[in-house]
């Protein structure tokens, strides 16, 4: 059967890592190719990298960091941040990324994601919204969250499987940061509204919200970034505990 | 010396890099006269087969290929790669492949009607035979599958399956021809070993 992903995601500044945890086993913490290596050793489904600064210095940067993670990790690869063109794809893509994900370029640029999906494959193209509940219900929030649009979450998400995203990354505003657990709800209408998987983000502070993630809604996978940075659990023992519940997962 | 073939499909960075890891010396190539000097060949591929199909046989490798299959040469297709093995394809119409394994490549929807489209993730493998590209691997060990269509055989070439919904052909191999559908390049250690047991074929 098909297992549930656990998914650690690694912002990358200026060739490291923002917000490393102090992991014994590695020396040197804010380095991204070791990271990686001990997150793949780990039991990590997959791995994303937020590019999250865009200038020219630091894109060429990350393509560097990038190039020496996919020399020796050998699980999926996501990349993110400042992807705005064909061409940013291209970047990121000869660097080793198996997949790239758009949002505020996708926002501004919708046929970003067919172009994308026509050139690459629907597999290569992931649409990650930020969402928040409104007044006016679920909207999308472009610019890391920091704008609202008056785009409703489901349309989008109905949007991006119709255009060829192959993925959608469901990251709520609401619960990011929080720790207090995923947000089902918001899940549960994306998920009810597209065919292909979805990977929630946004609220992870423990095992028994990654349990309650997986027994409540049909995500295909959890993303967590804090969590697994400074957590209190490594992703080995999320996992042993989520296959105690009942949940499949790759141990 | 292994040749990744290079016909214009897809992204070989990855791949090179796990033969590199595994200590195999590799190139990419779509020369003639290289993948005729290659001890081994590698049919890569992503995206959609009737373009896959078109790049190869207007590059002339389709035949290449057939003649060193022929040869006896070992031959290892991945995802699109191992789809291109079969005879036909029903991908965006009806495109003709190598056929060297008897049988068509199918969408997985008209299968699993309840189940997400692409298959993406990591699925466990269940072998209906051994083969020596198996060594070490067992019923059970996960690998990293993203495909929407599907090989279903038509004579014996089947080697695993992984169940989504139903029995999806995982692996199948036709004498010294094999293919996967699962990306070994990305499934971790389990991966590596296979590339690993193809390299030393």
Request: hydrophobic share 40%.
């Amino acid at each position: 059967m098909l297992a549930k992903r656990i998914i650690p995601c690694l912002d990358v500044k200026h060739g490291r890592v923002v917000k490393g945890k102090n992991f014994s086993a590695l020396r040197d913490v804010d380095d991204p190719v070791e990271l990686a290596s001990f997150y793949s050793d780990g039991g990590a489904d997959e791995l994303v990298f937020y590019d999250i600064v865009a200038s020219a210095e630091g894109r060429s940067l990350f393509c560097d960091v990038l190039r020496r993670v996919a020399e020796n990790v050998f699980i999926p690869l996501t990349v993110g941040g400042g992807i705005n063109s064909l061409n940013d794809f291209d970047r990121v893509l000869k660097c080793g990324a198996d997949k790239v994900s758009v949002n505020s370029g996708a926002i501004r640029n919708p046929s970003l994601i067919s172009q994308a999906a026509q050139r690459y494959g629907n597999q290569c193209v992931v649409l990650s919204m930020d969402v928040k509940l409104c007044d006016d219900g679920y909207r999308v929030y472009s610019l890391g969250g920091r704008e609202k649009t008056d785009i409703d979450a489901v349309t989008w998400a109905q949007f991006g499987e119709d255009s060829g995203a192959g993925e959608i990354v469901v990251n709520s505003i609401d619960t990011d940061g929080m720790k207090g657990g995923f947000d089902v709800p918001l899940l549960d209408k994306i998920v009810s509204a597209v065919n292909i998987p979805v990977i929630a983000s946004g609220g992870a502070g423990s095992v028994e919200h990654f349990i309650d993630l997986f027994r409540s809604v049909n995500v295909d996978a959890g993303l967590g970034a804090s969590v697994f940075h400074f957590g209190d659990f490594t992703i080995k023992n999320l996992k042993e505990k989520l296959k105690q519940s009942g949940v499949e997962v790759r141990l | 010396m292994i040749a990744i073939i290079d016909y214009g499909v897809g992204n070989l960075f990855s791949l090179e890099c796990s033969l590199k890891k595994i200590g195999e010396s590799c190139i990419i190539s779509g020369d003639v006269q290289t993948i005729r000097g290659a001890d081994k060949l590698i049919l890569p591929g992503v995206g959609a087969f009737g373009d896959a199909a078109d790049k190869l046989r207007l590059s002339g490798l389709d035949k290449i290929i057939l003649e060193e299959a022929k040869r006896g040469k070992h031959i290892l297709g991945i995802c699109l790669g191992m789809q291109l093995l079969f005879e036909k394809s029903f991908e965006y119409g009806e495109h003709c492949g190598l056929g060297i394994v008897r049988g068509q490549v199918r969408p997985l929807s008209e299968k699993v009607a309840n189940l997400k489209i692409p298959h993406m993730g990591w699925n466990t493998l269940k072998f209906t035979r051994k083969t020596k590209l198996f060594d070490g691997i067992n019923d059970g060990d996960y690998v990293y599958f993203v495909h929407s269509y599907y090989g279903q055989c038509a004579d014996d070439s089947l080697v695993a399956v992984t169940d989504y919904g139903f029995d999806v052909t995982a692996a199948v191999q036709k004498d010294n021809v094999a293919g996967v559908q699962f990306h070994p390049e990305k499934s971790g250690e389990t991966g590596l070993k296979i590339l690993k047991n193809f390299a030393d074929m």
